[in-house]
């Protein structure tokens, strides 16, 4: 007679670990002699406690369907859960990884435009592509195109911003093309108000275009446009706000045109700005200016009656990286990879400071909005990640020779750095839709 050992076998997916023990059979020879059936079954049982006794997660010694209903249970693992929700998606660092061929290439995405398709554009070097965002505390799943069109099936998203949340709402059509190919079925006469449906998944994506999410007229001076604005802090910008009713699902963010002169107006109050140098004339920050934006903003999507259950997400500041000069003033980006682990965070430099009075106000509109219809905020931070891709953006391999011969060191190549943006937005709508998460 042949006896079957104890036999354990683990898989893994790529958004949670099942840990899976096979049955213990036993086999003994029980002879006619009880002495050597008892001894038999002491050695058995002795060694399949030491296996307890020493397994590498003993809590979780149960079968596949009992970790399929301790992940839907409220009160499930609360050691695993205390892990993921202690993992900062934030705080990494970038490590090197080939990727061998990447989530997308100008020929597999019909819908890169030509101002971000660097390689189309002329650039050579490809290595900027083989780094992936590293969580000091976990691991960053990789975008999913089907799981993430299975969450928001029936929805409407839509990315309220400038140009940089374009650059992240075309990043996440062409991931989302790779499985299912999208219909553009609006684009207004500027192109700057676009609509995408996915039939199967009945799924619509949207950009709305604001330069600054409120009010904001140029002033012209002798009919010339000034690149002076005048901004009203109290109103929103009707452009987007409009929209809002209908919407699942709103990614906000801005930042880079409030570095500029402006002048700032609420109500009846004195006029005050930024960058004036007038005597005569309260100055502040260009911080100061993003975080009354950005309550304005909350306030208004916390007060819409039309708006239950919208889950808004606030992405982070993404930095430019010019280097000696800026947009008009010879300013280039062309590094080749990300800077190492060395590189210190500036806590002072205005980039930061933005991402914190962002930051500052998506907490304040959290802590409001379980009073009113269900709302709910999160927040994308890809600030500090992006602090680190001096990298990836087009510089000179962006198609657009004007501003004397400006290069492009605000928006980011495609594929690229920024898509990273969408693994981690997916990694928290997973969170939102009550799914598993880091």
Not at 3 to 29: A, D, H, L, P, Y
Request: charged share 25%; glycine share 8%.
């Amino acid at each position: 007679m042949t006896c079957t050992g104890m036999n354990m076998k683990s898989s893994s997916t790529v958004f949670r670990e099942k840990i899976q023990f096979g049955k213990v059979e036993r086999c003994i020879n029980m002879g006619r002699r009880p002495v050597r059936f008892i001894l038999s079954t002491l050695f058995i049982a002795t060694i399949f406690s030491i296996f307890l006794l020493y397994s590498p997660n003993p809590v979780y010694l149960m079968s596949k369907q009992g970790l399929e209903q301790q992940a839907s249970s409220p009160m499930q693992g609360h050691k695993s859960h205390q892990k993921r929700e202690s993992c900062d998606l934030s705080k990494g660092h970038w490590v090197r990884e080939s990727r061998g061929s990447f989530f997308y290439t100008n020929s597999s995405c019909a819908t890169i435009p030509e101002s971000k398709n660097c390689f189309k554009q002329g650039r050579m070097d490809m290595d900027f592509l083989n780094w992936r965002w590293k969580p000091d505390q976990c691991d960053l799943p990789p975008f999913n195109a089907k799981t993430f069109l299975q969450i928001v099936q029936g929805k409407t998203m839509a990315f309220i911003g400038d140009s940089v949340a374009r650059n992240h709402m075309e990043s996440l059509l062409c991931l989302l093309s790779q499985e299912e190919i999208p219909e553009d079925i609006y684009k207004d006469s500027e192109d700057r108000f676009r609509t995408w449906y996915f039939p199967h998944s009945n799924f619509t994506l949207k950009v709305l275009w604001t330069k600054f999410l409120i009010e904001g007229e140029e002033r012209m001076i002798n009919g010339t446009a000034s690149g002076i604005y005048d901004l009203q802090l109290d109103k929103v910008d009707d452009g987007w706000a409009k929209h809002l009713p209908g919407l699942d699902y709103a990614i906000v963010s801005a930042g880079h045109w409030f570095f500029r002169v402006l002048y700032l107006h609420e109500g009846d109050n004195a006029e005050e700005c930024i960058y004036c140098n007038e005597p005569n004339v309260t100055g502040h920050n260009v911080e100061f200016a993003v975080q009354m934006s950005f309550q304005a903003t909350f306030n208004y999507i916390n007060d819409c009656k039309n708006c239950s259950g919208l889950v808004t997400l606030l992405r982070t500041f993404a930095p430019a990286h010019f280097e000696n000069g800026g947009w008009s003033t010879g300013g280039y980006c062309n590094r080749t990879g990300p800077f190492n682990e060395t590189h210190v965070i500036d806590l002072e430099s205005s980039e930061w400071k933005v991402r914190s009075a962002q930051i500052e106000e998506i907490e304040r509109a959290r802590k409001i909005a379980g009073k009113n219809q269900g709302k709910r905020f999160g927040v994308l931070d890809v600030t500090r990640a992006m602090l680190m891709r001096p990298d990836g953006h087009p510089g000179e391999h962006y198609g657009e020779k004007w501003q004397g011969g400006a290069k492009d060191c605000v928006h980011w190549c495609m594929p690229g750095p920024v898509d990273t943006w969408s693994e981690i937005f997916m990694a928290v709508l997973r969170k939102e839709a009550g799914l598993s998460s880091l």
